[in-house]
């Protein structure tokens, strides 16, 4: 089922990043062989221009990753009406096994280019350019996961089979076909919510740590990143067990993409966007941590990796606030 | 932060300068850019609302539908053949339908001749839809004859026009009496063309077909909600192979603005290398094209979508109208609601915008790392 | 203030037309004086004056700024210091048709995000300061060829550079207007910043504004005064 326009569209914007980043590919692994910070040769001045193109391709990259899981998201939930028993874009995406694989994918990718657009900050900070052979090498190690999460995409694609009226007569899908699962797994709320308020906390408590000791502290930076990767799992797992039920009102209505819908006023935004952004920041102070002892980068890294806790600590308070507030305005009781 | 801000504003400020300085160089792919925008949301925009007229449509049509098969061809209703159903749980409303096609020579066009469940019109008069008020230049109490398929002549009188609001389907109605319409087409008595089923649980549906195939093996069932996820697929496939058509359009576009990008005026070198030797960073070129990149692109789509726009909902999509409407080039005319789409505003912006940026990526770049002494060098 | 010591400087490197342009170049330049390259065309001035200038690196050699090795440093760092620490005037003039006399003097500074009633105020004393207030808002190119030389020196100006490189200044100027240009040089000479120019104008290096003069023949000193 490759001939819809939104899938096209986001089969074009994965080949995009893809042959981007296959392209650059030689070039990466040149300037690994052949870079010389102190020598003063055209070539090596060549090599130094290119980490511009370098980081401004990942930006492209990272931008098209992050519309992407939107319109996936987006798209999911429109197809919706296409598959028998498929309420919205989780049943889309459960239709067969490389739906979730394929966001999920998309996801990790957005945030593994932020990392490595941390990483490229600090270095590009520091005037002998320290990490450039390590940032390529990242940058080669990423190829492969997108071009994976391309792959699973498109597997996704092509295995969907829209349930319609084929032949000439009217026929009864939902006789032969195996059910799809129309609602996501939860977990019951009082645990979810222990872990969603719990994850958020322990992520704001350990970001202020970290900022407030002006990010010096490497221990701090790590278990900050390790915080917001499992604050960003248990805030997802929230939503679906809980948070999601209060914006809809509804006791058996879990799923994390419909609170993104016109009918419940794109209220998912205002979860999404600073869960996104602080895991991304609290992520970006953790990948930096490596290489705070390296001479040139002993004053870049404290200050970006506080900046960066700052932004997380806020937008993982600002995740849990909006979520509670979501739920004392609605009229839904689930617990007593 | 708010230094971010105010060095992007200066590179704003510069951008629309150059922008302005340069307007011929750049009006050509602004207008090529804003064409594509314009024809692909064209498309869009139009498949849309057929899709949303469609659902509109069968909206009020009934969840089931009976058709009886001979030989694997659609075949009339027998007399007797509406007990055979007898009753069945969650059934609200069983009716017997009268409807047919009708080719009128003089318009050249397809009628839909139909007896309403209620309500008909009395012996001898016909209520008619806006296409035919329109092409016929009929009015209320006009009279009007049609040949039919027998050959005799049959003369009605216009008792009303219908409303236009939903026109794909009741454009071309012409709603009559069960007795003059068995007296037009030489109807059978007692014969039916199907048999619509009203159910009010959604969940009921299914088992309602299931047990009216199991009751009648002759009959075939057709359930509204597969009919609606037929439309969609159609439409979004039709869509998609038209896009997909375009995509040509859309690599020549690359092409272009790769060009447009990578060949740049000397004037514009001469630009670039003194911006550098005074102190511009290859970054802040960069992001200065980037800017100029974004102005240019958000121009054309908005430009470019606002007139898609006009043109399907105020003219009609005169363009495209016979690729993608396929069944209604028999249409005589009919009028679409507006209505925008996310979706298809974000699909419209991957399919434009994205592969601009990628096209232009390299030779901004190239710009962007001229030796700051080539303006000493000479 | 600024060292140079055994500077190379290589073109084409590694191809069939490869050419040093130049060769071994050990050179101080005096803080808060003015110093003067001369030589003929193709003698390494300039590109002497764009290592200096942080507009281009050396292929061998260091350059010390102040006592801090500059030499080894990426393109980005290089671009910070120059916008800082130097402003340059060129021979061409090099300004940006199209734009307002102002708009082309505070263009070196929207990359350091200062606010730009700042940028226009500093601009606008300079401009008085150069007697060319009245024409702030004209286009450059309808500026006469003295008046594009004072917004050009305006622009180098509005950081604040603590020196201010020149190429060939004198070239596109008839004597009056040259002499003009020394009159300016002197009084930028007397607000204590360091200068550094090429020339082969006799009304440039004999005046005595100019207190060092260095001769450059093939990429190489030959004279030292």
């Known amino acids: ?336 | 932060m708010k230094l971010w801000i105010e060095k992007q504003r200066y590179l704003i400020d510069f951008t629309l300068a150059s922008l302005a300085r340069r307007k011929a160089r750049n009006i050509g792919l602004l207008l090529v850019y804003t064409l594509l925008v314009f024809m692909l949301a064209s498309v869009t925009l139009y498949t849309h609302a057929l899709r949303q007229e469609a659902a509109r449509v069968l909206v009020a049509s009934p969840e089931v539908v009976v058709q009886r098969m001979v030989a694997g061809r659609h075949d009339l209703i027998p007399p007797g053949y509406m007990e055979k159903i007898g009753r069945i749980r969650g059934v609200q409303t069983r009716t017997a339908r009268l409807w047919g096609y009708y080719y009128d020579a003089v318009t050249k066009a397809n009628y839909t001749f139909m007896v309403p469940a209620e309500d008909a019109p009395a012996k001898g008069e016909i209520v008619v839809g806006p296409a035919l008020e329109r092409s016929r230049g009929l009015a209320a109490n006009n009279g009007i004859s049609f040949r039919s398929y027998s050959g005799k002549l049959h003369t009605f009188i216009v008792a009303a026009v219908l409303p236009q609001a939903t026109e794909l389907v009741s454009a071309d109605l012409v709603l009559m009496s069960e007795e003059s319409f068995r007296a037009f087409f030489d109807y059978p008595v007692g014969h039916y063309t199907d048999i619509a089923l009203t159910v009010a649980n959604p969940q009921e549906v299914k088992n309602v077909a299931l047990k009216l195939s199991a009751a009648l093996p002759d009959a075939r069932p057709i359930l509204r909600d597969e009919v609606l996820r037929t439309y969609a697929a159609i439409f979004d496939w039709r869509e998609g192979i038209v896009l997909a058509l375009f995509s040509a359009a859309i690599l020549a576009f690359g092409i272009l603005a790769w060009e447009k990008a990578s060949g740049l005026s000397a004037e514009e070198k001469r630009e670039i290398g003194i911006l550098k030797a005074i102190g511009w960073e290859t970054g802040d070129v960069i992001k200065m094209k980037f800017w100029e990149g974004m102005l240019i692109s958000l121009t054309a789509f908005l430009v470019g979508f606002v007139a898609a726009y006009v043109h399907v909902f105020h003219f009609a999509a005169s363009m495209f109208e016979p690729v993608l409407k396929g069944w209604a080039v028999l249409y005589p005319h009919f009028q679409l609601t507006p209505h925008i789409d996310g979706v298809q505003v974000a699909t419209l912006f991957f399919f434009t915008v994205f592969p601009y940026a990628a096209a232009v990526l390299v030779p901004i770049w190239k710009a962007a790392i001229t030796d700051p002494d080539s303006v000493m060098r000479g | 203030m600024i060292e140079l010591s055994g500077i190379r400087k290589a073109f084409n490197q590694g191809r069939d037309n490869e050419y040093w342009a130049l060769d071994g170049i050990d050179l101080r330049i005096a803080a808060n004086q003015v110093t003067a390259l001369r030589g003929p065309s193709g003698s390494g001035k300039t590109t002497l004056l764009t290592i200096v200038g942080c507009l281009s690196r050396p292929t061998e050699g260091r350059v010390r700024l102040k006592g801090g090795d500059i030499s080894g440093l990426p393109e980005r760092f290089l671009t910070e210091i120059r916008r800082q620490r130097f402003g340059f005037i060129f021979q061409q003039f090099n300004l940006i048709k199209g734009l307002t006399a102002l708009d082309n003097i505070i263009l070196p500074g929207y990359p350091t995000g200062r606010p730009r009633h700042e940028l226009l105020a500093r601009a606008e004393e300079l401009l008085v300061g150069l007697k060319l207030g009245h024409r702030r808002d004209a286009k450059v190119e309808w500026l006469s060829g003295g008046e594009q030389q004072r917004v050009a020196i305006c622009r180098a100006l509005i950081n604040d550079p603590e020196l201010v490189i020149a190429d060939e200044p004198t070239a596109n100027l008839d004597s009056h207007l040259a002499g003009e240009f020394m009159g300016i040089l002197e009084s930028l000479a007397g607000q204590g910043r360091t200068i550094l120019l090429t020339s082969h104008d006799p009304l440039v290096v004999e005046s005595n504004v100019v207190q060092n003069v260095v001769d450059m023949r093939d990429g190489k000193l030959i004279q030292h005064r």
């Open chain 1, 1 to 336: 089922m490759l001939f819809q326009p939104a899938i096209i569209a986001l089969l074009l914007a994965s080949t995009l990043c893809v042959l981007a980043l296959v392209g650059s590919a030689p070039f990466a692994v040149d300037v690994i062989r052949r870079w010389d910070i102190r020598s003063g040769s055209e070539r090596q001045l060549q090599l130094e221009r290119r980490t511009y193109l370098f980081s401004t391709l990942l930006t492209l990259v990272l931008v098209l990753q992050l519309a992407a899981v939107l319109l996936f998201v987006f798209n999911a939930e429109k197809m919706s009406g296409m598959f028998v028993g498929a309420m919205c874009a989780v049943g889309t995406l459960n239709v067969n096994a490389f739906g979730f694989p394929a966001l999920n994918g998309k996801i990790a990718v957005f945030f593994l280019a932020a990392m490595w657009l941390a990483i490229n900050h600090v270095d590009s900070r520091a005037r002998d350019y320290p990490l450039v052979r390590i940032k390529y090498g990242l940058l080669l190690a990423l190829a492969p996961l997108l071009a994976g999460s391309a792959w699973a995409e498109l597997q996704y694609f092509l295995d969907l089979k829209a349930d319609v009226i084929t032949s000439c007569c009217g026929s009864l899908f939902s006789e032969g076909s195996p059910t799809i699962a129309a609602e996501a797994s939860a977990l019951p709320p009082i645990p979810a919510m222990w872990l969603f308020y719990g994850s958020l906390g322990a992520a704001v408590v350990l970001a202020a740590v970290h900022g407030l000791g002006g990010g010096r502290q490497r221990w701090s930076g790590y278990l900050l990143a390790l915080a917001s990767g499992v604050a960003f799992v248990a805030t997802i797992a929230g939503i679906l067990a809980f948070v999601s039920l209060y914006i809809y009102e509804h006791p058996h209505h879990h799923c994390p993409f419909c609170i993104l819908k016109p009918e419940y006023n794109y209220q998912g935004y205002w979860l999404y966007v600073p869960l996104f952004g602080a895991t991304a920041a609290g992520l970006a102070a953790g990948a930096v941590q490596p290489f705070a002892r390296i001479a040139s980068l002993r004053e870049v890294i404290p200050e970006f990796s506080r900046r960066m806790a700052a932004i997380a600590a806020n937008g993982f308070f600002l995740t849990a606030a909006i979520a509670s507030f979501m739920i004392w305005q609605s009229r839904l009781i689930l617990l007593e």
